[in-house]
């Protein structure tokens, strides 16, 4: 099974995305923090990074960039998670970050389910 990384400071929202995406037949692996994605990316290697914008420390966007700067790191899909969403928003994710996806919060299960879907096999058939 694909393994997703759920990237947030907010304890209950990393409970219930794990939910979802358990349920849904995914392994899930938890970061709280930027750093902490950053700390466990080369060891964990996830199919797919979901990531919250607004974090302590380093922000999502950033995690973001350094992550889609690395070489076989590119390959990786990131979808934001956020509240956010103006168009100011919106272009940060996909022209400075180069995220993969931007998902609205409140998250809606279909649409994540949906996208994380997609996205897994965008990355498996370059």
């Known amino acids: 099974m694909p393994l997703i990384n759920v990237v947030d400071d907010d304890e209950s929202i990393r409970f219930l995305l794990r939910l979802m ?3 849904a037949g995914y392994d899930v692996v938890e970061a709280e923090s930027g750093e902490e994605c950053l700390e466990k990316f080369d060891s964990v290697r996830p199919d797919l990074i979901l990531l919250d914008i607004n974090m302590p420390g380093i922000n999502g966007w950033d995690v973001c960039k350094e ?6 790191a590119i390959l990786v899909p990131i979808s934001m998670l956020s509240g956010l969403k103006t168009e100011e928003d919106l272009r940060k994710t996909f ?3 180069h995220a993969d996806a931007h998902i609205k919060k409140p998250i809606d299960r279909r649409e994540l389910l949906d996208t994380v879907k997609i996205l897994l096999e965008k990355s ?3």
């Open 124 to 126: 498996s058939h370059p």
């Open 95 to 97: 022209d400075y970050a």
């Open 21 to 23: 995406l358990e349920r």
């Open 67 to 72: 992550i889609k700067e690395r070489m076989p």
